[in-house]
């Protein structure tokens, strides 16, 4: 069974960092594309990074750019997300997806979300 | 401002039919295939349909999606208590070099 779980969430003040972390399993995690997706409190669905199954290809949203760091370590089947300078508008679930490009690309897996909160 | 435009919300009693648009432009939608995920609120999104118009092993033919040029449509029949969620469509963009999603629209089953 394929299963992504994340973990690393918390309240965290303006200007802290957080480290989140994804768990893999039932998949071979090396071979595919993964993604962070995020979602503020009663907000739509926001993209915020991608990372090629050999960390060769990173890509970040713009609201993120230069503040948030992904990765991934195929042998011990996990992603992060580094978040530093966190401002109030990073307030949201973050999930961690499974991107297939078997046929075209899309995110076919998702995780249970871990909830970050940037407050003072 | 969602990139992909979506109506907010939609309706239907059980048994209807009912579509939820998905409007973008030449960079996402009209270069590259649209994706839909579901999501009961609460609980993580999912693949609903892939590629325009394919569906996952699970979901049910009632689901169905299409594409023409910029925009894209999902269509549910025989609308049931437990189709009510919130609908994203989704693509890559060219010229943001991102994956976009539309704003999400909530259906409400009467």
């Known amino acids: 069974e394929v299963q992504l779980v994340e973990s690393g969430g918390g309240l965290v003040r303006p200007g802290g960092s957080l480290r989140l972390s994804c768990a893999n399993s039932?998949?071979?995690?090396?071979?595919?594309?993964m993604q962070w997706v995020r979602q503020a409190p009663g907000k739509g669905l926001e993209w915020v990074s991608y990372?090629?199954?050999?960390?060769?290809?990173?890509l970040y949203a713009d609201s993120v750019k230069g503040r948030f760091t992904v990765s991934r370590d195929n042998a011990k089947n996990s992603l992060y997300l580094q978040m530093n300078s966190l401002r109030a508008e990073d307030t949201a679930v973050y999930y961690c997806a499974r991107e297939d490009c078997s046929n075209t690309c899309s995110f076919d897996q998702w995780g249970q979300g871990t909830l970050v909160t940037v407050s003072s | 401002q969602s990139v992909l435009t979506q109506p907010p919300s939609a309706s239907g009693t059980p048994g209807q039919r009912v579509t939820i648009s998905c409007s973008g432009s030449s960079s996402n939608i009209g270069s590259h295939s649209l994706n839909w995920y579901r999501q009961v609120p609460g609980t993580a999104p999912s693949l609903l349909i892939y590629t325009n118009d394919q569906r996952p092993s699970g979901v049910p033919d009632r689901f169905s999606g299409s594409k023409s040029g910029t925009s894209a449509s999902l269509a549910i029949s025989g609308l049931q208590s437990e189709d009510e969620a919130d609908y994203y469509c989704s693509a890559w963009d060219d010229y943001l070099n991102a994956w976009v999603f539309g704003g999400g629209t909530k259906l409400t089953v009467l």
């Open positions: 039932g998949f071979t995690f090396s071979n595919y594309k």
């Open positions: 990372i090629s199954p050999t960390s060769t290809t990173i």
